[in-house]
C-alpha cells in the first residue's frame, strides 16, 4: 500500500485551499439566469490546469454561463475514455442564515465552511488536487480523462452539461464511463463499520405547473367554479398521497446489504424500518422507495374581493426507475377534470448494474483507504449531469468519495445552512480518487 503522507505538492495538502478558494467565487444560481454566472470560477479552473500544463476550454453557452472542459491523454490510447465531472454552481445562500458567512470558504472546528462546501465544489477540489499531483509526479492515468466541469447543473443543466452534450460532442470522443457528484460518501453503522453509497441510479425528474380555470367573479358571490378551490383541492390530493413502495433493482441490492450488515432480516412488509436505521440519511434514502410529488408554490388573484380566473401552482414531481408510466397516470387521476400540467423541467430516470471493472476499482480503492468500509449501490431521490451525458451512452456513477463523521448530517446540509465539509474528508476522497485513477 503506498504512504498516504502529505508532502509539500501532494493533491491531498492542497485539496483544502483549492475548495476553499472555490467557495470564495460565488457561483449563485438562481435558475432565471440573473446571478452572476460560472465565468470566474471556470478562468479560475483552467489557470490552475494551466499551471500543470493542460490545455484546456472554457465554452460559454450564455454571457458569464462557463463550463471548462479538457483531456488528460492516457499511457493506453486504445482504451476507453473516463470522463470526471463536476458543476461550478451553487444554489443561492442567504448570509444572514448562516452561522460562518457562506462565500467565506472558512475552516472552523475542522471542517471548510460555505457554500459548495457539500454540493459540490469538493469534488471539484478533489479532482483538481488529483490531476495536478499526478501530472507534477509524471504519473498518467491509463485511460484517457476526460475533465468537465460544468455550469447550471443547479437548474437542470441546460446551460451546462446538456448543453455541452448538444453543441461540443466532440469533446466525449471515447467516453463511456463517468463519474461524478453524490456518491462514494460514508453512512455509519457503528463506531466502526461504515456503508459507502455508490449512486447506480436516479429519480427521473417532473417539475410541473399547474393550472386551473374557472369563472370569475366578486368574492361576494357564490361560485362553484372557483379556480383557487380546484386548484387548491388538486394540490392537497397529490400532496397527501401517499405513493406505494416500488422496489427497484439499485434499492433492493441497497437493503439487502443493509440487512447483512446489520444482521437483521429484511421485512418486506416494512421497509421503511431498515431504512430508518441509518439515522439522518434515512430521509435521503427513504425518498428511493417510492415516487413522490411536492407542491411546492401557488399563485393566484389580485384582491381580496376578486375570484380569480385562474389559478397555478407547483409541482416537484420524482419517479423511480421504471415506473414514469405509473407515476403520471396516477399523477392526473389525482389532478382531476379541471386542473391540467404542464413540464417545466421533465427528464429521465437512471440505473446501472452494480459490478464491472469500474466498480470494482471504486470498491478496491475505498478499502484500501478504509478497510472497515463496504461499498454498496444506491439510488439518488434527486438528479445530476449524468442525464445529460447518459443520452450519449455514458454509464454514469456518483462517486464522490468522503469518510464522514457519523455525527454530520450531511444529507441536511444538501441547499441547506451551514454548509461545511471535514478536512480529514476531503484529504481522504483525494486519496481515494488517486487510487481509483490507477485501477480505473
Not at 386548484?231 to 406505494?244: T, V
Not at 389559478?311 to 377534470?337: C, I, M, N, S, W
Not at 464522490?400 to 463523521?405: H, I, N, T, Y
Request: proline share 5%; net charge negative; hydrophobic share 40%.
Amino acid at each position: 500500500m503506498r504512504s498516504t503522507e502529505v508532502d509539500a505538492v501532494s493533491g491531498e495538502n492542497e485539496v483544502v485551499e483549492l475548495c476553499r478558494d472555490l467557495i470564495r467565487i460565488d457561483t449563485s444560481n438562481p435558475g432565471d439566469d440573473s446571478g452572476p454566472g460560472e465565468r470566474v470560477a471556470a478562468e479560475y479552473v483552467a489557470a490552475k490546469l494551466a499551471e500543470v500544463g493542460v490545455e484546456s476550454r472554457i465554452l460559454e453557452s450564455r454571457h458569464k454561463r462557463a463550463s471548462v472542459v479538457a483531456r488528460i491523454e492516457g499511457t493506453d490510447p486504445g482504451r476507453d475514455a473516463l470522463l470526471l465531472h463536476g458543476h461550478l454552481d451553487v444554489v443561492p445562500a442567504e448570509p444572514g442564515d448562516w452561522r460562518v458567512h457562506p462565500f467565506s470558504g472558512e475552516v472552523e472546528d475542522g471542517c471548510v465552511w460555505g457554500r459548495g462546501a457539500v454540493d459540490m465544489k469538493n469534488m471539484d477540489a478533489m479532482i483538481l488536487a488529483v490531476m495536478r499531483d499526478r501530472l507534477r509526479s509524471g504519473r498518467r492515468p491509463s485511460r484517457d480523462v476526460v475533465l468537465m466541469f460544468t455550469a447550471d447543473e443547479e437548474a437542470g443543466g441546460g446551460l451546462g452539461a446538456r448543453w455541452l452534450v448538444e453543441n461540443h460532442r466532440e469533446h466525449f470522443d471515447g467516453c463511456t464511463e463517468a463519474i461524478g457528484e453524490v456518491g462514494g460518501f460514508s453512512v455509519s453503522l457503528d463506531e466502526r463499520r461504515r456503508l459507502y453509497l455508490i449512486e447506480t441510479a436516479e429519480k427521473g425528474i417532473a417539475w410541473l405547473k399547474l393550472t386551473a380555470t374557472g369563472r370569475a367573479g366578486h368574492g361576494s358571490m357564490i361560485n362553484n367554479e372557483n379556480a383557487v378551490t380546484e386548484l387548491a383541492a388538486a394540490m392537497a390530493r397529490i400532496g397527501r398521497y401517499e405513493w406505494p413502495i416500488r422496489m427497484t433493482k439499485t434499492v433492493r441490492t441497497f437493503l439487502d446489504e443493509v440487512s447483512a450488515a446489520l444482521g437483521v432480516e429484511l421485512d418486506p412488509d416494512d421497509l421503511e424500518a431498515t431504512v430508518a436505521k441509518l439515522g439522518p440519511m434515512a430521509r435521503l434514502i427513504g425518498a428511493t422507495l417510492r415516487n413522490t410529488t411536492n407542491p411546492t408554490m401557488l399563485e393566484s388573484g389580485y384582491k381580496v374581493n376578486v375570484v380569480p380566473q385562474t389559478a397555478t401552482g407547483h409541482v416537484d414531481g420524482r419517479y423511480l426507475p421504471g415506473y414514469e408510466d405509473e407515476f403520471f397516470k396516477q399523477l392526473d387521476e389525482l389532478l382531476g377534470p379541471n386542473v391540467t400540467r404542464e413540464f417545466v423541467v421533465h427528464d429521465i430516470a437512471l440505473e446501472t448494474d452494480f459490478d464491472g471493472p469500474i466498480v470494482q476499482a471504486m470498491t478496491t480503492a475505498l478499502l484500501e483507504e478504509d478497510p472497515d468500509g463496504r461499498a454498496v449501490p444506491y439510488c439518488l431521490s434527486g438528479g445530476t449531469d449524468l442525464k445529460s451525458f447518459n443520452a450519449l451512452g455514458i454509464r454514469g456513477f456518483g462517486f464522490a468519495p468522503l469518510k464522514l463523521p457519523a455525527d454530520l448530517d450531511f444529507s441536511g446540509m444538501f441547499h441547506g445552512i451551514d454548509e461545511r465539509i471535514p478536512v480529514e474528508s476531503l484529504q481522504f476522497g483525494t486519496r481515494v480518487l488517486d487510487r481509483f485513477l490507477d485501477l480505473a
